[in-house]
């Protein structure tokens, strides 16, 4: 399995960034992912994670109404919108799957993080005036 994000960068305050992940050697559909994030000195957080399974999906309430995690399931792409960026949502942004995933989606994104099954390389996220 190997999980490929993409699509980080500087911005201003207020902007917009869309991050994706292309999802390769998952050949079932019992597997849930999501967008993690880790900001300079903090924890590891969960931002927004999807179960490919259940089609139920998680945000965390700092992001509720900004962010829009979506799946295109025709080209196994994990998609997450960020609008209206604000300076604290600066960090790495990582995306990981558990496969199977789990039957309640916030659990991928709130408990044990670095017991995933499936990480990718970070793409770095940076909100500055």
């Known amino acids: 399995v190997q999980l490929q994000a993409s699509g980080g960068g500087l911005v201003q305050p207020g902007d917009s960034l869309r991050l994706s992940c292309e999802i390769s050697?998952?050949?079932?559909?019992?597997?849930?992912i999501g967008w993690f994030r880790q900001a300079p000195g903090k924890e590891r957080e969960g931002v927004s994670c999807?179960?490919?399974?259940?089609?139920?999906?998680y945000y965390a309430d700092s992001v509720k109404g900004r962010f829009t995690l979506s799946l295109n399931n025709a080209t196994n792409t994990l998609y997450l919108q960020m609008n209206s960026l604000k300076v604290d949502d600066t960090g790495v942004y990582y995306c990981?799957?558990?496969?199977?995933?789990?039957?309640?989606?916030?659990?991928?994104?709130?408990?044990?993080?670095?017991?995933?099954?499936?990480w990718g390389q970070g793409t770095q996220v940076t909100v500055s005036s």
């Open positions: 990981a799957a558990d496969w199977p995933g789990p039957r309640t989606i916030e659990n991928l994104c709130k408990l044990n993080l670095h017991e995933r099954d499936y």
């Open positions: 050697g998952i050949y079932e559909d019992d597997y849930a």
């Open positions: 999807i179960s490919h399974e259940y089609g139920t999906t």
